[in-house]
T-cell receptor, first 112, second 115 residues
Framework: SQQGEEDPQALSIQEGENATMNCSYKTSINNLQWYRQNSGRGLVHLILIRSNEREKHSGRLRVTLDTSKKSSSLLITASRAADTASYFCATVLSGGYQKVTFGTGTKLQVIP | DVKVTQSSRYLVKRTGEKVFLECVQDMDHENMFWYRQDPGLGLRLIYFSYDVKMKEKGDIPEGYSVSREKKERFSLILESASTNQTSMYLC??????????????FGSGTRLTVV
């Protein structure tokens, strides 16, 4: 089964609104990452948050991590039509090689 | 611009054929990975490699093998292609140092259809 599970599976918002996606995972992690995938293309790394961090910002992106609840959220502020894509969380487990396990993704549609 | 290059964007092969998917990275990364992506199942790890000539099975290695003879190249081999291997295949690389904040760099993907 997947380590990370995103919620919701699909999200549709108007341009200018904020979009929030959530990710839950099952076991202790070294770090958690968020990726974007435009239709039919490869994934693009957005942001990485380590297990000892609680919040991180990058431009219009804000990521939070709650290790006690084993969950993370990705907030995209002031969304644009170009943000339309699928978003995946990915976890790197503690110990072992740097193997990343992906969730099934949230499909975001931003309506102009 | 650093990148991961997958040799084919689209590929159509016949059942039973031996299929090679090639991936090359120019970032001098130690780790390389092959995933397949299917609707509703997300990305599933097939194989990964953390050094030349080294390989580790991922979550779904059955029906696949890999080769890493040079640091920059990681090949995925379908020994005898079957229709259930029709999928999007994604290659990725990353530096060994887990303190890196860069995550994975992905190729554009190869959409393989087995008929």
């Amino acid at each position: 089964s997947q380590q990370g599970e995103e919620d919701p599976q699909a999200l549709s918002i108007q341009e200018g609104e904020n979009a929030t996606m959530n990710c839950s995972y099952k076991t202790s992690i070294n770090n958690l990452q968020w990726y974007r995938q435009n239709s039919g293309r490869g994934l693009v790394h957005l942001i990485l948050i380590r297990s000892n961090e609680r919040e991180k910002h990058s431009g219009r992106l804000r990521v939070t991590l709650d290790t006690s609840k084993k969950s993370s959220s990705l907030l995209i502020t002031a969304s644009r039509a170009a943000d339309t894509a699928s978003y995946f969380c990915a976890t790197v487990l503690s110990g072992g090689y740097q193997k990343v396990t992906f969730g099934t993704g949230t499909k975001l549609q931003v309506i102009p | 611009d650093v990148k991961v290059t997958q040799s084919s964007r689209y590929l159509v092969k016949r059942t039973g054929e031996k299929v090679f998917l090639e991936c090359v990275q120019d970032m001098d990364h130690e780790n390389m990975f092959w995933y397949r992506q299917d609707p509703g199942l997300g990305l599933r790890l097939i194989y990964f490699s953390y050094d030349v000539k080294m390989k580790e099975k991922g979550d779904i290695p059955e029906g696949y093998s890999v080769s890493r003879e040079k640091k920059e190249r990681f090949s995925l081999i379908l020994e005898s292609a079957s229709t259930n291997q029709t999928s999007m295949y994604l290659c990725a690389s990353s530096p060994w140092d887990r303190r890196s904040g860069d995550g994975y760099t992905f190729g554009s993907g190869t959409r393989l259809t087995v008929v």
